[in-house]
C-alpha cells in the first residue's frame, strides 16, 4: 500500500506543476555557454559584496583567528569574541542597547515573534510583511491583524482600536521594493504606547549606515538586521534594549537549541560592515544603477512601480507569462526573479529586478531593451 505522505507529495506536485507554481531550484552557471545565465539581476548582494576578495580574505583571517564553527549553541560554548565583536558593532551603528545573532533572518524573526507573543496577544503588522514574521507570530498562537500597505491611517486605526500594543513593518519592502514611512510610522506608535518592530533586511548596509535615513533606536524599539543582503554574508541579527535581549536569550528556542552563527561568519559580518564603511562609493554607484535603470525603463515603455530602492518590480500578473519572459530572458544571459503568488498576492505576479553596484551601464541597457523587446514580442502591457 502506497503511504499516505506520498499520495500527497504527488498530489501537491502535480497541483502545482498544473497551475505553474512548481518552484524549482536551477544550477547557477558560470561557463561562456550562451544558454548559461551570465548577468544576475535576481540577487539581493546590492554591493557586489559576496564575491569580493576582501572579504574572502576576512572569512579566511576570521576562520585562522576565531575558528570555522561555532561547536555549540550559545548558552552552552558557541559565544566567543567575533560574536561580541560584531554585536559591538551593530550597537555602535544603531545605537541600540543589545543584540543577538542568528543563523539567518528567517530564524531572527521567527524567533523574535515567537517568543514575545502568546495566544492572547493582538499583533498590528503591514499587510505585506515577509514570510518568517508571519509563521512566527502563528507558531507564537497571537492574533495577527493587519493594516493596508504603507497606509498610515489605516495603521493608526488599527493603534487607536489595539493601544499599548506592537506594529510591525519592514523597512525596504522584499518584493515591492518600497520604503516604509518609518518616521510617522515612529510617531504614531509613540503616540500609542506601542512598540515599532522594523526588520531591516533591505535597508540595513545599502543605506548609509550612519545617515539620516538609516533605521535606528530612536525609531525602531527592535530591528532586524540580516547579513545575507546588503553585507554579502550570511546570519543576521536582532537588536533592541537590554531587557529584550536578556528575556529573548533566555527563552528563544531557535537561539537556545541551535549551534551558534560560525566565528567566522560573525567577523566576515563584521569586516563586511567596516568594508561598506570605507566605501561610499559603492551605495552610491547602486543609486547611480537604479536611477539608470528607471530612465532606460520609462524611455522604453516599461512601466515602473514607485519603488526608488535597488528592488525594481515590473509587475506582468499572470503567473506563466511571468516565467515565460524570465525564462527568456535567462536565455538571452539575464537572470531576473519571477515571483508568483503566494509570495505575491495572486494576479500580480512579477519579474523581481534587483540592480547592484556592480552592473555595467551596457549590461543595464542590454537587458533593458530585452525586456522591452520580450514584452512587445508577448503582446505583454504590464501593470
Ligand atoms: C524582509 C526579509 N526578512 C527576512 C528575510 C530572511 O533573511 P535570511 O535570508 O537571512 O533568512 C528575508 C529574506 O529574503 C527578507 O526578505
Redesign the pocket.
Known amino acids: 500500500m502506497a503511504h499516505p505522505l506520498t499520495d500527497k507529495i504527488t498530489q501537491q506536485l502535480a497541483q502545482q506543476q498544473a497551475t505553474g507554481l512548481l518552484r524549482q531550484r536551477k544550477l547557477l552557471g558560470f561557463g561562456t555557454d550562451t544558454n548559461v545565465i551570465n548577468v544576475d539581476f535576481s540577487h539581493?548582494d546590492y554591493l557586489g559584496l559576496a564575491s569580493s576578495v576582501e572579504l574572502a580574505q576576512a572569512l579566511y583571517q576570521g576562520a585562522l583567528t576565531y575558528g570555522v564553527g561555532s561547536k555549540a549553541s550559545p548558552l552552552v560554548s558557541g559565544y566567543g569574541a567575533a560574536h561580541q565583536l560584531l554585536e559591538q558593532k551593530l550597537c555602535d551603528i544603531t545605537g541600540h542597547q543589545a543584540c543577538m545573532l542568528f543563523c539567518?533572518?528567517?530564524s531572527a524573526?521567527s524567533a523574535l515573534m515567537k517568543t514575545l507573543f502568546t495566544s492572547t496577544d493582538v499583533v498590528i503588522a503591514d499587510k505585506l510583511v515577509?514570510a518568517?514574521i508571519i509563521d512566527g507570530i502563528v507558531d507564537s498562537g497571537a492574533k495577527l491583524v493587519r493594516y493596508l500597505h504603507n497606509d498610515i491611517d489605516s495603521a493608526a486605526h488599527l493603534l487607536a482600536k489595539h493601544p499599548n500594543n506592537v506594529l510591525i513593518t519592514?523597512s525596504v519592502f522584499?518584493m515591492d521594493g518600497d520604503s516604509a514611512p518609518i518616521k510617522a510610522l515612529s510617531a504614531l506608535c509613540q503616540q500609542h504606547n506601542s512598540w515599532l518592530i522594523v526588520?531591516d533586511?533591505?535597508g540595513f548596509g545599502v543605506v548609509d549606515l550612519h545617515g539620516c535615513a538609516a533605521i535606528t533606536a530612536k525609531q525602531a524599539d527592535i530591528q532586524?538586521v540580516?547579513f545575507?543582503k546588503a553585507l554579502g554574508c550570511q546570519g543576521?541579527a536582532i537588536l533592541a534594549s537590554q531587557d529584550i535581549i536578556d528575556f529573548l536569550v533566555a527563552n528563544a528556542r531557535h537561539y537556545i537549541y541551535s549551534t551558534a552563527l560560525s566565528p567566522a561568519n560573525a567577523y566576515l559580518a563584521f569586516s563586511a560592515i567596516e568594508f561598506i564603511e570605507k566605501s561610499p562609493h559603492l551605495p552610491s554607484q547602486l543609486n547611480g544603477n537604479i536611477a539608470l535603470f528607471r530612465r532606460l525603463s520609462t524611455e522604453a515603455g516599461i512601466k515602473l512601480t514607485a519603488s526608488q530602492t535597488a528592488i525594481q518590480p515590473i509587475i506582468i500578473g499572470d503567473n506563466s507569462l511571468t516565467m515565460a519572459v524570465a525564462e527568456s530572458l535567462a536565455l538571452k544571459g539575464f537572470k531576473v526573479g519571477a515571483i508568483r503568488s503566494p509570495t505575491v498576492p495572486a494576479g500580480r505576479a512579477r519579474l523581481r529586478i534587483t540592480l547592484n553596484a556592480q552592473h555595467t551601464p551596457a549590461q543595464i541597457n542590454q537587458l533593458v531593451a530585452q525586456l522591452a523587446l520580450l514584452l512587445t514580442d508577448l503582446s505583454i502591457e504590464n501593470q
Request: charge should be negative; glycine fraction near 12%; proline fraction near 0%.
Open positions: 539581493n539567518s533572518g528567517f524573526n515577509h518568517s519592514e522584499s526588520d533586511a533591505h532586524v540580516t545575507g543576521a
